[in-house]
Nanobody
Framework: VQLQASGGGLVQAGDSLRLSCAAS????????MGWYRQRPGHEREFVAA????????YYANSVKGRFTISRGNAKETVALQMNNLKPEDTAVYFC???????????????WGQGTQVTVSS
């Protein structure tokens, strides 16, 4: 099982960036998916999650109103649209998945490799 994240990069404060994640090795269409991040000097933290249906989303307070998580039509991909980025959003972002959305929020089983997002001031 692999979760392949892409879309990271170097941007300026106030810019937007879109991360994408695709699953391979098994179908994730019936799984909840989400994003975590690890900022320099911090532990990994929850960012956003979306349930199996794609109808319900959950966000960390620090990104609410700026980030939007969504699933592709086949529900095998998940995206994170990040707007109005701040220097404190600088982190390695990880795509994650698990059978239920509350597990994604609390501690998912499946992790992809990270993609670096750097926001300069």
């Amino acid at each position: 099982v692999q979760l392949q994240a892409s879309g990271g990069g170097l941007v300026q404060a106030g810019d937007s960036l879109r991360l994408s994640c695709a699953a391979s090795g098994r179908s994730f269409s019936d799984y909840a998916m989400g994003w975590y991040r690890q900022r320099p000097g911090h532990e990994r933290e929850f960012v956003a999650a979306i349930d199996e249906s794609g109808d319900n989303t959950y966000y960390a307070n620090s990104v609410k109103g700026r980030f939007t998580i969504s699933r592709g039509n086949a529900k095998e991909t998940v995206a994170l649209q990040m707007n109005n980025l701040k220097p404190e959003d600088t982190a390695v972002y990880f795509c994650v998945g698990d059978v239920r959305v509350h597990i994604v929020v609390e501690g998912p089983m499946y992790w992809g490799q990270g993609t670096q997002v750097t926001v300069s001031s």
